[in-house]
């Protein structure tokens, strides 16, 4: 009697704990989707099997619910169910009991619904069966699954290797994950993570300043604080590879169908990892107060001379997919001469060469690299049309980068192997 007391009051202290704790956070829901490319035959067999075994158990129990909606079932290792032929029985491997419990739970939450809208006066049917189940719920954190952040992967109760997560850089480094769902949608499996972290860290995360960002051709992105940011998005070896076999092999034979498919998951790979960049960069990005860029700045090269190298850096899909997702994006005017002006002190140049990587500016003389000084350039321009006063001051006439920024930029972009992060250099000689 006493012991019981004694942990019934620990339980209670430690809800207290963690309700204290909860008030200093909020909870935030991740999409991570899983990399199918990544998965072996066994995980894509278990994967389509823990949805079937779902939808067996769930409407095993909705057929009969005073009977099957208690903790016995959360053990069934079989269930029975109605098919065109009569009833038959289905085996439940892969479904753990703590995931069982989570289906079983959602039950009860939906029966509990469905009575208080009834004592409310609403009209209400009865539970459903279901031709399909989409969710399946991750109750407890390092039991059902367990999320390995520095290899990018998860693992999942009942399956062997863990699975490979996209993603996951997102996560604050002192987030607290509570709870999972595993996810089914026509394009894929996600995890959906539910995490608490500390209103105190994100406000620190949050970068309050500008930032401009000069697009190019040798450093794909230079910003306005000094950094500059290249990617590599290029077909592999092996997708030049498999192109020359199924050239060599006879059209529509076993294997010409099979060196097709490959080629389609080598570009389902390329395709990811791109999508990957696009999003570390935009989650940096989304950090700062204002994100400025020249308008048409990448159309216009397309036309000319280096039209296909930039295709395949995928820079027009990280410009469309900033006008989607910042609210802050301010553009500049394209016919704005950024690379000509000194940043400095605005003297413009006659003409700068594509080949010339520094700026060297007659006047004031400084040396700067080239595609920082357009970034400043952007950065000066655009603020003109920001209204807070406060904001116009900041980095305008040298780069300026905070630790804030350099440890988001290392987080965030550091655990993709694609990206690389250099400084741009910047000698300020005095004025003559
Ligand atoms: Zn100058």
Redo the contacts with the bound molecule.
């Keep these: 009697m006493i012991v019981t007391l004694d942990k019934k009051q620990k339980i209670k202290e430690s809800l207290k704990k963690t309700k204290e704790k909860r008030k200093n956070q909020i909870a935030k829901v991740y999409q991570l989707k899983i990399s199918y490319s990544n998965l072996n035959k066994q995980q894509k067999q278990w994967l389509k099997r823990v949805f079937l075994e779902a939808k067996w158990l769930y409407n095993y129990v909705i057929a009969d619910i005073p009977n099957r909606l208690n903790p016995q079932t959360e053990k069934a290792k079989q269930v029975e169910i109605k098919t065109p032929n009569g009833f038959e029985i289905r085996e439940i491997n892969c479904l753990s009991s703590q995931m069982k419990q989570g289906i079983l739970d959602r039950i009860r939450k939906n029966l509990s619904d469905l009575s208080k809208a009834k004592q409310k006066g609403i009209k209400v049917g009865k539970l459903k069966f279901k031709s399909q189940v989409r969710s399946i719920p991750l109750k407890q954190n390092n039991i059902t699954f367990k999320v390995l952040k520095n290899k990018n992967r998860i693992k999942l109760q009942r399956l062997k290797k863990p699975v490979r997560l996209l993603g996951l850089h997102q996560l604050p480094e002192n987030s607290y994950i509570a709870k999972a769902e595993l996810i089914k949608k026509p394009d894929g499996y996600y995890i959906y993570l539910t995490c608490y972290i500390d209103k105190e860290q994100i406000k620190q995360e949050k970068i309050n300043k500008p930032i401009a960002i000069d697009f190019g051709i040798k450093h794909q992105l230079t910003l306005s604080n000094g950094i500059k940011i290249n990617y590599f998005i290029e077909e592999t070896k092996r997708l030049r590879k498999l192109q020359k076999k199924l050239s060599r092999q006879k059209k529509r034979s076993r294997n010409y169908q099979k060196t097709k498919e490959k080629i389609q998951r080598e570009y389902q790979k390329i395709y990811n990892r791109r999508k990957d960049i696009q999003n570390k960069i935009i989650s940096l990005l989304k950090k700062y107060k204002y994100v400025l860029i020249q308008d048409e700045q990448i159309k216009q090269w397309q036309r000319g001379l280096f039209g296909k190298q930039i295709q395949n850096t995928g820079i027009g899909g990280v410009i469309s997919r900033l006008k989607q997702n910042l609210e802050t994006l301010i553009s500049v005017d394209r016919y704005e001469a950024t690379t000509k002006i ?6 413009k140049k006659e003409d700068i060469k594509l080949s010339d990587r520094t700026y060297k ?6 040396v700067i690299d080239r595609d920082l000084n357009s970034a400043i350039n952007i950065l000066k321009i655009g603020l003109e049309k920001v209204e807070e006063t406060t904001i116009k001051n900041i980095g305008l006439d040298r780069p300026e980068l905070t630790p804030v920024e350099r440890k988001a930029t290392a987080r965030i972009l550091g655990s993709n192997p694609y990206i690389r992060v250099s400084y741009a250099s910047l000698k300020q000689e005095a ?1 003559n």
């Excluded at 000194?342 to 003297?347: A, Y």
């Excluded at 500016?361 to 400084?366: M, R």
């Design positions: 000194c940043s400095r002190c605005g003297n500016c007659e006047v004031c003389g400084l004025p």
